[in-house]
C-alpha cells in the first residue's frame, strides 16, 4: 500500500494535470459528467429498449440539450449513436458466440427491422451481418 503522503501525491499531480478538472467532475457525485456517467450506465443495461432523450434527460436529471451536448463532450457520439454501437455489437456478440441468425440477434437486440439493422451493421462493420460473422469465425480457426 502506497504511503499517505504519496498518495496524496499522485493525486494532487492527476488533479493538476491536463484532464484534472474532467477527474474532478467525475469525482464530484452531483456534476453533469457523473449525470452523464449514470446515463452510460442506464444505456448499459437498456440498450435494447426504445431510447426517447427527453425520458433519459429527466431520468438523469439534466435537460435534453444539456445532456446531449455534455455526453457528446465525454463519448464523442451522441445517446442515439452510443445506443445504436452497443446494439450492434451485442448483435456481433450474440451471431458469433451463440450463433444466432442476425435477423433474430437484430430482434433480440431491440431493432425492429431487419434491413434497418443490416444497413447499419454494414455501416459499422463495413460487410453485412452474414459476410462479417462468416469472415470472422474464418479468422478465428
Known amino acids: 500500500m502506497l504511503a499517505p503522503l504519496f498518495r496524496r501525491e499522485i493525486l494532487y499531480r492527476l488533479l493538476r494535470g491536463p484532464q484534472g478538472y ?7 457525485a452531483n456534476s453533469q459528467t457523473h449525470r452523464v456517467c449514470q446515463a452510460i450506465t442506464w444505456l448499459n443495461n437498456n440498450f435494447q429498449q426504445p431510447l426517447r432523450i427527453e425520458d433519459l434527460a429527466r431520468e438523469v436529471n439534466l435537460s435534453t440539450s444539456t445532456l446531449h451536448h ?12 452510443y445506443q ?8 456481433r456478440r450474440l451471431m458469433l458466440n451463440d450463433g444466432l441468425e ?11 427491422s431487419p434491413s434497418q439493422f443490416s444497413r447499419e451493421y454494414s455501416r459499422l462493420y463495413g460487410a453485412p451481418p ?12
Not at 22 to 28: D, K, M, N, S, V
Not at 102 to 112: I, S
Open 84 to 91: 445504436k454501437q452497443l446494439r450492434l455489437q451485442e448483435a
Open 102 to 112: 442476425a435477423a433474430v440477434a437484430a430482434y433480440r437486440v431491440g431493432y425492429e
Open 130 to 141: 452474414i459476410r462479417d460473422v462468416a469472415r470472422l469465425r474464418a479468422t478465428a480457426v
Open 70 to 81: 455534455r455526453f457528446k463532450a465525454v463519448t464523442s457520439m451522441s445517446p442515439l449513436q
Open 22 to 28: 474532467r477527474l474532478y467532475e467525475i469525482a464530484l
